[in-house]
């Protein structure tokens, strides 16, 4: 591959303009990516189920496939120089199987831990960095002596899959508990989980970390606020003291190098009413709650993601200016389109998806204010998002 400079243990040294970088998944993250990806002048291809995706309408060509079609990566592997994915339920295995093929620098470990809660958590805290306290649980009789242990309220998740709430569930009581054995009863089963200790926390935020293998930098740490486990709001930056924003930068480092990281890693946070920083969950890939730094940032989330997986040198991102991101989702497209006339303060994304449905994220707008809590009330006010009050 003449574009390829230069290649070592999956890593990449400086990708040339002209290379071909290939994306596994078609949807908005990929969207972003593959849009910083033309202005640094490579080429894109993607794997999708969907034709004419998301990333497709951006990208140079498609392969239409599923994400664990063998015969699908292998083509998009024989066609890229490099490959990177946009959400972590990529089949592992299939990556490795076409690594003599094609470079990938996020490499598959990264893989393996977050998409396993179980592995997840142990990375975490094999690192000296605090979690929520878990156990795992692989039936009834586990559940109930976890519970035993941590107490109610507590968090049951299944160990791999699930998004935005799914697979997770809320026990406050022995109702909660009985509901769960009903539900095995009636032939759900119990798949194999971890049980998590309530954190009784101040607010929810995150931290974006970004890496080419050897160099990291971090981004502002923001608040964020959920709705119906589906993230509402992101204020950048989060307004807590120097050293709570030190101690966010610090675990994404730690982190970052535990990982050797190349790419960008999303760290959600609990920030704790004592002034504690819990590691939530990983997401080893750009973030909803990074999509602010496209306008607020010196370098957004994706060009870092971008330059990191092609080897390039990452210059420290710089907050240019406070901004709030809140999501479109599908109930909220046609009143917010309603009112773009009226607001040119709104920075608009459209994902492009072919079909608008209720909760399903359909884009983005982000505003750059000198007040974010005002900025919050007045798009509060214009009643787009009076369903999730």
């Known amino acids: ?52 995706c998301p990333t497709a309408q951006v990208a140079d060509f498609q392969v239409v496939g599923e994400y664990d079609d063998k015969t699908a990566i292998h083509d998009l592997a024989e066609k890229s120089d490099v490959l990177t994915y946009e959400f972590e339920n990529v089949d592992a295995d299939s990556i490795d199987e076409v690594r003599h093929l094609v470079a990938a620098p996020q490499g598959t470990d990264l893989l393996r831990v977050t998409q396993d809660r179980i592995n997840e958590k142990t990375f975490i805290n094999k690192h000296g960095i605090e979690t929520a306290p878990w ?14 242990d941590l107490h109610y309220p507590c968090v049951l998740k299944t160990r791999s899959g699930g ?25 759900g089963g119990f798949p194999p989980s971890i049980l998590e200790g309530f954190v009784d926390f101040a607010f929810e935020a995150s931290i974006l970390v970004s890496g080419n293998g050897e160099q990291y930098v971090t981004f502002p740490m923001v608040r964020n606020d959920h709705r119906n486990n589906i993230l509402h709001i992101t204020v950048a930056p989060a307004e807590v003291s120097d050293e709570l924003h030190e101690q966010a930068r610090d675990l994404a480092l730690r982190l970052a190098k535990g ?17 504690r920083v819990v590691v939530n969950e990983l997401a080893p890939r750009p973030h909803n709650s990074g999509h602010y730094t496209i306008e ?30 809140v999501n479109v989702l599908g109930q909220h497209v046609a009143p917010s389109r309603a009112l773009i006339g009226e607001h040119p303060e709104w920075n608009v994304h459209d994902y492009g998806k072919a079909q608008v449905r209720h909760n399903r994220k359909m884009g983005h707008i982000t505003v750059l204010t000198d007040d974010t809590a005002r900025t919050v009330a007045d798009l509060e006010a214009t009643g787009v998002w009076d369903d999730l009050k």
């Not at 156990?135 to 976890?146: G, I, M, S």
Request: with cysteine; net charge negative; glycine share 12%.
């Open 1 to 52: 591959m003449p574009s390829l400079s230069e290649e070592t243990n999956g890593a990449v040294k400086m990708l040339q303009p002209g290379a071909t970088i290939g994306i596994v998944g078609g949807g908005q993250l990929g969207r972003m990516m593959a849009i910083v990806a033309k202005y640094r002048g490579f080429r894109i291809g993607v794997l999708d189920p969907t034709p004419d």
């Open 296 to 325: 607020a940032c010196s370098i957004d989330q994706f060009d870092a993601h971008i330059r990191g997986i092609a080897g390039w040198p990452l210059p420290e991102p710089k907050l240019l200016s406070p901004a709030v991101m």
């Open 163 to 187: 998004y935005d709430g799914h697979g997770q569930h809320v026990l406050k009581n022995d109702a909660d508990l009985e509901k769960i054995r009903a539900r095995g009863d009636r032939g």
């Open 259 to 275: 990982f050797e990281l190349a790419g960008t890693l999303a760290i959600e946070l609990f920030i704790t009413k004592d002034g």
């Open 135 to 148: 156990r795992e649980v692989n039936d009834f009789d586990e559940l109930e002596a976890a519970i035993d």
